[in-house]
T-cell receptor, first 112, second 113 residues
Framework: GNSVTQMEGPVTLSEEAFLTINCTYT??????LFWYVQYPGEGLQLLLK?????DKGSNKGFEATYRKETTSFHLEKGSVQVSDSAVYFC???????????FGAGTRLAVHP | DAGITQSPRHKVTETGTPVTLRCHQT?????MYWYRQDPGHGLRLIHY???????DKGEVSDGYSVSRSKTEDFLLTLESATSSQTSVYFC????????????FGQGTRLTVV
């Protein structure tokens, strides 16, 4: 079945460091791919998405490119801030009723 | 704010008791979902609904039932709570179309003692 694998954290960085969180997926067909973010005590909110191969999603300085050849959707940011501290979830939508399949989540802690 | 309200936000209950969690939306979205969040597992789908009285099972549906009698309300019931159902439960809403964003509620933290 469909699945998502992402690097487990925690990831600890200093402010202004470069961030990469790896995400790979297994899916039949052509899923849509998402990154959701969860700030402490809150629900999840969409960070960015891509719906077809080679699409790049971007938002708030974060980017991820849908790579079908490597079945990956890695999240990157060039310079993280303390306010980026959160849990990041990679997910795919398997088409039917837009149900989401999530990775385990990666906790990011950014220190001043 | 996507207009999703979960209630209660926190609940402690005893093993063997029934529990109902409520999700209410004001966005008129057709699809509604219940997920549970557990460390190391991310979020996993329990049940979902694609219309009034139209529901189906997700990945981890054992021990749970749902009902949707109105577009705006989606109820999740634990018929007889067990300690393995201690978790954070999230309701989400969405629409049709590839890549459509899902909107999540604030979550309900349920502890079964």
């Amino acid at each position: 079945g469909n699945s998502v694998t992402q690097m487990e954290g925690p990831v600890t960085l200093s402010e202004e460091a470069f961030l990469t969180i790896n995400c790979t997926y297994t899916a039949t067909g052509y899923p849509s791919l998402f990154w959701y973010v969860q700030y402490p005590g809150e629900g999840l909110q969409l960070l960015l998405k891509a719906t077809k191969a080679d699409d790049k999603g971007s938002n708030k300085g974060f980017e991820a490119t849908y790579r079908k050849e490597t079945t990956s959707f890695h999240l990157e940011k060039g310079s993280v801030q303390v306010s980026d501290s959160a849990v990041y979830f990679c997910a795919l939508s398997d088409g039917g009723y837009n149900k989401l399949i999530f990775g385990a989540g990666t906790r990011l802690a950014v220190h001043p | 704010d996507a207009g999703i309200t979960q209630s209660p936000r926190h609940k402690v209950t005893e093993t063997g008791t029934p529990v109902t969690l409520r999700c209410h939306q004001t966005e008129n979205h057709r699809y509604m979902y219940w997920y549970r969040q557990d460390p190391g597992h991310g979020l996993r789908l329990i049940h979902y609904s694609y219309g009034v009285k139209d529901t189906d099972k997700g990945e981890v549906s054992d021990g749970y039932s749902v009902s949707r009698s109105k577009t705006e309300d989606f109820l999740l019931t634990l018929e007889s709570a067990t300690s393995s159902q201690t978790s954070v439960y999230f309701c989400a809403i969405g629409s049709s179309g590839a890549g459509t964003e899902a909107f999540f509620g604030q979550g309900t933290r349920l502890t079964v003692v």
